[in-house]
C-alpha cells in the first residue's frame, strides 16, 4: 500500500517531463521555420543568383523601377523567368533587335516592361503542384497563361508559344520562381517586335514566286495590293505561270511578250481572279464559291477528302502547295496551278486555236517531257506525232518514266538498256498506249473505254474528285496534272504515272501469275491486294513456281497502311522507282515458299520465311495470327483458298518486314 503513492509520484513526474520536452521540441521546430522562413531570399535576390538568368536580371535593372519594386515588396507571387537562351533566341528571331542595348528608349523600354510582367503571376505563390492541366492565370500585363501537363509542364499563351518549366519550385520569402525554356510576348506588344512584311514583299523575296512578282508589276496591280486589305493570295508557283505560256502558245514565252492593251488586260483580270477580300486561313476557308477581285467571278473551294482543291472555268482543279503564309495585309496560299476565269478562258481558247506547233514539237521543247521523248526516239515513234492527226498524247512526265523500269524488272534500269528488237517492241506497245487517233479535250472525256494506238489495249476514263483519271491494265489510276494543250496536230495531257498495257502485263506474268490473279478478282475485299499483285506479280515468278503459302491483306488493312506513311494516300502514289521496290518489298513479305500450308497445318509459334527474306510468325489463340517485325498480329479473316500449287490466306493487316519499319 505505501509503494502507490511512491509510484504516482514517479508517473507525475515522467509526465512532466515528456511535457516539458514536448514544448521544448515545439518551440524548437517554431525557431527552426521562423529561422528557415527569414533565410529565404527576396525574388529579385534569388533570381540574381542564378547566372543562367543574368539576362533577365540586365531586363530588370534597364526597365523602370515600378516593376522592380513590385518584385520587392511583400506580397506574394509567381515568376516564370526566361533563360538567357530564351533571350537569345527570341532576339534572333527578331529584326533590328540583337541583344538588350537595341532597347534603348523609352518606348522600346515600355515593350520590356510589358514583357517581364507578362511573366509574372501576383497575389499567389503557386507551386508546381498547384498548376493542373487546363488552368487558366492571368499576368500582371492583363493577358491570360493556360497550363497544360503532358508529363513537364508547359505554359501557354494568346500568342500559341509555348513554354517549358525546366526548374520549379524555387522559393524565396515573397513567392516562387519557374525557370522556363522561351519568353512569352504579350500581344499587347508583339506588333512592336515582329514587322509583319506585306503581300508585295513576300511574293518579291520568294524564289518560287518570282514570276508571280513579274506579273503583277506588268499588269500593274504593285499599288491595288500595296494596300492595307487584307486580301487573300492564291499565289500561283512559278511552275504554275509556265503552264500559262504553253496554254498561250510560242508568241507568249515571258511576261515581257504581254504588251498590247488587250493583252495586259487579260494577265491583270487573271491576277485579280486569284486575289479575295479578307484575310482568311486555310481553317476560315469553307467550300463553296469564292468571290474574287475580278467582279462578277469567283474561285470554286472544292472538299478534296484530305483538304482544298480550287476550281476554275478549266477542267483542272489547282492544289495547295504551302499555306497560311501570313503578310501585314493579308495571308498568301500558293497553288500548282494559273486559275482561269470563264471570259479568259474563251481568249485562251481563241489563241490555242492558232498554235503553229506539231505534237513532235511540243514533246521536244518541253523539258519535263525528255524521257518521253527519248523513248519515243528509240522507238521510231517520234515521227508519228508529227502526222497531221489529230492526236491526243496521254504524256508521262520525267517523273513517272522513274517508276516503269523497277516494273519491267530484269536488267532495264535505263531508257537506254531497251537495245534489244524484243525490248524495244515492249517499250513502244506501252507508248502506242498513251495516244488515241483523234481529238481528246479534258471536257470530252465520259466514264468509260478510249481506244488506244496499241492494238487491242484499252484505256479506262473514271471519274475523280479533281475530274477524270486513266486506269490502265494493273486497274491503278492515272491523274491527269496539266490538261489541253494544243497542238496543230492534236492535244497534249500530262499524266503522272506511265500506263501499262495488258498484253506487257500478260508478257511479264506467268502461268501461276496469271491464275492466282484471275483467283483474286473473285474474292471480295482484295482490289487493293489485286491491283498490287497484277503490277508487281512478275517479281514473285521464281517463287511461285513451287508450291506456296500467301497472306493477302483486305482493302481495308490498305488503307491503314496509307494512313500510316505520309505522302500516300493509294496505290497510285508509289510511281517513282523507290516507291516500287517498296512495294516490291512489301509483295514478297506475304509469300512464303516452304510449300502450301493449310490452316490445319500451321502450328503455334511457327516460323515461316518469305519470298523477300525475313521471317513471319504463326501464333495459334482462339483464331489463326500472323506476327510480322511490328510485333502487331495479322488475324487470318478467310483462311483455304486453294488455287494451283499454292494457297490464299485473307489477313486484315499489311505485313511489314524489318527492312521497311527502318525506311517508312
Known sequence: MKTIPQLSKTIFALLLIAITFSCTKDN????????????????????????????????????NEEVLMQLNSTEQK??????????????????????????????????????????????????????????????????EFSITIEGDIFITDETAALAKIIKKDQQAINGVVHVIDEILVPESVLSQLITEKSILELVSENSELSLLNEAITK????????????????????????????????????????????????????????????????????VGNLPTLLEGDTVEVIDSGTGFVFGDASEINANLVLEDIEASNGIIHVIDKILIPAEVQEFLDSINVVNKKSLKELVEENENFSFLKRALTITGLLDTLNQDGPLTVFAPSNESFSGLLPLLGGALTTIEDFDTIAEINLLRDILLYHIYNGELLSAD??????????GENKLKVVSTQEGYGLVDATKLAADILVADVKAKNGIIHTIDRVLLPQSIIDDLASQANKVLAD?????????????????????????????????????AAFVELFKSIEGYDSLADFNTAKDIEILKTIIKYHCVESGKLLSSQLTNEQILTTAQGETLQIVLNNGTYVVDKTGLPAKVKTADKEVLKGVIHIVDKVLLPQELIEKL
Not at 528557415?36 to 543568383?49: A, D, G, N
Not at 534603348?104 to 523600354?109: G, M, P, R
Open 78 to 143: 509567381t515568376v516564370f523567368v526566361p533563360t538567357n537562351n530564351a533571350f537569345e533566341s527570341l532576339f534572333s528571331s527578331l529584326e533590328g533587335y540583337s541583344s538588350l542595348s537595341d532597347f534603348d528608349s523609352l518606348e522600346k523600354k515600355i515593350i520590356l516592361v510589358e514583357i517581364v510582367k507578362h511573366h509574372i503571376i501576383n497575389g499567389e505563390a503557386l507551386m508546381s503542384k498547384d498548376l493542373s492541366n487546363g488552368l487558366k492565370l492571368v499576368t500582371e500585363s492583363k493577358e
Open 519 to 555: 483467283v483474286l478478282t473473285e474474292i471480295d475485299d482484295l482490289d487493293e491486294a489485286y491491283k498490287l499483285f497484277l503490277s508487281l506479280g512478275g517479281s514473285l515468278q521464281n517463287a511461285l513456281e513451287n508450291e506456296f503459302t500467301f497472306f493477302f491483306p483486305t482493302n
Open 28 to 63: 524548437d521546430t517554431v525557431e527552426k521555420e521562423e529561422s528557415i522562413q527569414v533565410e529565404l531570399p527576396e525574388l529579385v535576390k534569388l533570381i540574381k543568383e542564378n547566372e543562367e538568368l543574368s539576362s533577365f536580371v540586365n531586363v530588370l535593372e534597364l526597365i
Open 445 to 454: 472525256l465520259v466514264p468509260g473505254d478510249i481506244t488506244t494506238l496499241s
Open 219 to 286: 499588269a500593274g496591280l504593285t499599288n491595288a495590293l500595296s494596300t492595307d486589305g487584307p486580301f487573300t493570295v492564291l499565289a500561283p508557283s512559278n511552275a504554275a505561270i509556265e503552264q500559262l505560256f504553253n496554254l498561250l502558245g510560242d508568241n507568249f514565252n515571258s511576261f515581257n511578250d504581254f504588251n498590247g492593251l488587250v493583252e495586259i488586260e487579260v494577265l491583270k483580270r487573271i491576277l485579280l481572279y486569284h486575289v479575295a477580300q479578307g484575310k482568311m486561313t486555310i481553317n476560315e476557308l469553307s
